[in-house]
Every structure is written in C-alpha cells, then in structure tokens.
C-alpha cells in the first residue's frame, strides 16, 4: 500500500470550533509532515513529526495543534481558526530522518473558517 | 533557512516543443530536490527527484539537472503533451525532513 489518506477531505468550521484533521499511511515511514496550501501558492511546511516526535515546528500559530498517536497516524488538531486559515492542508510521509526520501502527499483536506 | 527560487511562473509552449523550469536555492546542506506536478484540486506527485551526489538524471521525456556549485537545478521536459499542463513545483530538502518549495510554474500546452 503505496497511499496516504486523509479525512475529512472537506471541512467546514466556524472560528469557535474544535476540529481533527487526521492522516493514515501503512507504508511503515517515519516522518509525518504536515503542510499548508493556499490557492495558487506551493505547500508550506508546518510540522514534521520524525519517529513520533515532534522535531519541526515552522513557528505555527498554537490554535494549530499536531499530535502523532503512533507510527501510522498523524492528527492536526484545530481550534479558534481565523478566516485566513482556510486552505488545503496536506499530510504527507516518507522513509525517515538522515537521508532525504521521498514524500508521498495524502489528497488533502479543504478547509473553510466561516 | 532555505531559500527556493523559481523561474518562470507562467510557460507557455506549442505541443511538441520543450519546456525548461528552473530553480535555485540558498541553503548548502540541502541535498534532494524533487519535482512535483500538481492538478487542479488534485494532490503533488513526484515526477522525478535528483540527490546533491548526481548531476543529472533522466526518466522518458523528463530530465532534471543540477548544479551544487551554483546552487541550481533544472527540469526539463521534451516533447511536451496538453496532458503535461499543470502547476510544478521544485523543492529542496535535507537530512532533516525539511522540504521548502519554489513558487510554482503554470505550464500551459497548445495543442
């Protein structure tokens, strides 16, 4: 199984909200990131979890909150998202730390903060 | 931190013709650039990578070259298709799972 998944693709939220983004690979990677896109602009990394640990936070806002329960899964925890917050949130895995591997990206999820 | 450049932001090119997509980057640790072509609405996927170790490598109609010394990389793909219209991106990564990308080329395809 050469695929990350991601649910939900589609997630509407008001900025009260609480949300889970959640992404699953099976391929027995290491490192977990997870990225930021808005409209017609490339993936903006926000965090990468290496051997479940958190080892890189591009100094994203704490509303934003990663958690990596085991090797397979990441989450993104949401809460009290501004309007400027909706994009296309991106997971993404590969092999792990020392060498760099490729990244195999899940499809996404869309976003919307009402 | 790294730095990724990326040139032209728009290209446009008859079916058949070749296109040429570059990119620089800032950071000397960075050793694996990878190529990505995106769809609209649709996730990036890989279409060739080349590490700091190899100058050039090739796959089809897709070729990528790089310059450690200059700090610069190079994809180019030969007889181009309307299928190959799509946004693509370059990257530059290191030892330490971090990826930064370049702002994106939208390549458009004339049949």
């Known amino acids: 199984d050469t695929e990350v998944t991601q649910t939900p693709k589609h997630l509407v939220m008001g900025m009260t909200n609480k949300k889970s983004l959640k992404c699953e690979q099976h391929?027995?990677?290491?490192?977990m990131y997870w990225y930021k896109q808005k409209a017609k602009k490339p993936p903006e990394l926000m965090f990468v979890?290496?051997?479940?640990?958190?080892?890189i936070n591009e100094s994203v806002p704490s509303r934003f909150s990663p958690e990596c329960p085991n090797s397979s899964l990441l989450n993104l925890h949401l809460h009290a998202l501004q309007p400027e917050d909706s994009a296309l949130y991106l997971c993404a895995s590969s092999q792990g730390q020392g060498v760099s591997y490729e990244q195999y990206f899940g499809p996404g999820t869309r976003l919307t903060v009402t | 931190g790294e730095n990724v450049e990326q040139h032209p932001s728009t290209l446009s090119v008859q079916e058949g013709d070749s296109a040429v997509i570059k990119c620089t980057y800032s950071d000397s640790a960075s050793n694996y650039f990878p190529w990505y072509k995106q769809e609209l609405g649709k996730r990036p996927q890989l279409i060739i990578d080349?590490?700091?170790?190899?100058g050039e490598k090739k796959d089809q109609r897709i070729a990528v070259t790089l310059n450690k010394t200059a700090k610069h990389f190079s994809l180019h793909i030969t007889e181009t298709q309307p299928e190959d219209s799509a946004v693509y991106f370059c990257?530059?990564?290191?030892?330490?799972?971090?990826?930064?990308f370049g702002s994106g080329t939208k390549l458009n395809v004339k049949p």
């Open positions: 080349i590490r700091s170790n190899v």
């Open positions: 391929m027995g990677h290491r490192a």
């Open positions: 979890y290496s051997y479940e640990k958190l080892s």
């Open positions: 990257a530059a990564g290191d030892n330490f799972n971090k990826f930064y």
